[in-house]
């Protein structure tokens, strides 16, 4: 039982509320001196000094990958690249002839440098997958590595940790085919080079990544409406791809506490893209009817996504599809179409 008297109890008492006003005293003075620092500095910016970027799928400056490559530069990151084997070479060579310099500038000027370029193609997991025909195809030769487990070993060696994993490209050998015509292999060739390359790259870089990291990659509207001329599986692929983010979510983030998210870009005219054959139609379907229609879709601004997606300003986002399209996602009806008034 206590025995503090009536008058202890009233200093006790006197004491303690001193101490709150102190307490209070010094949390307004702490206060303001947030309040003067944020009046300083009333940016929220992405600050991604101090990670490490891996991205898979750069081969030349018009491509997403290479946006998502200057955005994460921007914000301060130091990015390693994985380019497809085949592309290896003559991304190097241009790189090295400065062509790319006008496109590598930050904004204070200085242009953005690679940590390391390694060879990489995100068909094969390990060195046993590897068919003949593509061990002795004369476009692999004088590479070794490059298989997704391989690389990973590399870059664990070269770098230590990552925080940050983009994957950022995709492969369809029968894209121009609907997919009433497209045969086995080349639907299950899509999905391998598409989607399941996701998984692969998440299963052997997973265990590198620092917690907290974050893991993006570039998905399509097909995934989820029709769009006829994008076929040969992909389309098939791309709903893979968004189904696998947010089982992929679950599973990376209960087990390495990292983030998972794909962005659903809008049409660009990368090298993949015109590869298709009909990416300057939907250019221009996408800015007649698109929400957002004064200009098209610029990769930085998937880009400034990503960056956003992988910093801590997004650390309660995983498992998404986030839309960076000027909004065509939305639309019902094309507003150009014959059947309806213009009631744009
Ligand atoms: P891109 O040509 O810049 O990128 C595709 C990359 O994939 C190339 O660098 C290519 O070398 C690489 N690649 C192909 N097969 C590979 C393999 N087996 N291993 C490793 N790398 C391989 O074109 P992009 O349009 O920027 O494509 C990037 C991502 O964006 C893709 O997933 C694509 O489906 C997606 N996307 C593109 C558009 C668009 O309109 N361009 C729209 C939505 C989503």
């Known amino acids: 039982m206590s025995t503090t008297s009536f008058a202890q109890k009233a200093i006790l008492r006197g004491n303690a509320l001193k101490s709150i006003k102190n307490v209070k005293s010094a949390r307004s003075q702490g206060a303001a001196r947030v309040v003067r620092t944020m009046a300083s500095n009333t940016t929220l910016p992405i600050d991604l000094k101090g990670k490490k970027a891996f991205i898979a799928g750069v081969a030349d400056d018009n491509g997403f990958g290479w946006a998502i490559a200057k955005a994460l530069s921007q914000a301060g990151a130091d990015v390693i690249l ?66 997704v487990s391989e690389v990973a070993e590399c870059v664990e060696k070269d770098f230590g940790k990552i925080d940050i994993l983009v994957h950022s490209l995709a492969n369809g050998r029968e894209v121009a085919k609907p997919l009433l015509e497209t045969s086995r292999e080349g639907y299950l060739g899509a999905i391998s080079a598409s989607s399941y390359s ?10 590198l990544m620092n917690k907290g990291g974050a893991c993006i990659s570039l998905t399509y509207l097909a995934s989820e409406r029709i769009i006829p001329g994008y076929g040969g599986g992909m389309s098939s692929a791309k709903a893979a791809l968004e189904s696998d983010t947010r089982v992929l979510a679950f599973e990376a983030g209960r087990k390495w506490g990292i983030r998972v998210n794909t962005i659903s870009a809008g049409p660009l005219g990368s090298r993949a893209a015109k590869a298709i054959g009909f990416i300057d139609d939907m250019i221009n379907y996408s800015m007649t009817n698109a929400p957002l229609s004064e200009k098209p879709l610029d990769a930085i601004e998937v880009g400034n996504t990503a960056a956003f997606l ?13 839309y960076v399209d000027n909004g065509l996602n939305c639309m019902g009806v094309a507003t150009d179409s014959k059947s309806i008034p213009d009631r744009s």
Do not use: H
């Open 82 to 147: 994985g380019t497809w084997v085949p592309a290896l070479n003559i991304f190097e060579t241009s790189y090295r002839r400065g062509k790319f310099d006008e496109s590598r500038k930050l904004s204070d000027g200085s242009l953005m440098e690679f940590a390391k370029i390694y060879p990489m193609d995100a068909v094969f997991d390990t060195m046993d997958d590897v068919p003949e025909d593509v061990k002795t195809n004369k476009r692999y030769a004088g590479n070794e590595k490059w298989t």
């Open 310 to 322: 992988c910093s801590p300003l997004a650390s309660a986002i995983t498992g998404s599809t986030v």
């Open 198 to 207: 996701n998984i692969a790259m998440l299963q052997k870089f997973g265990p």
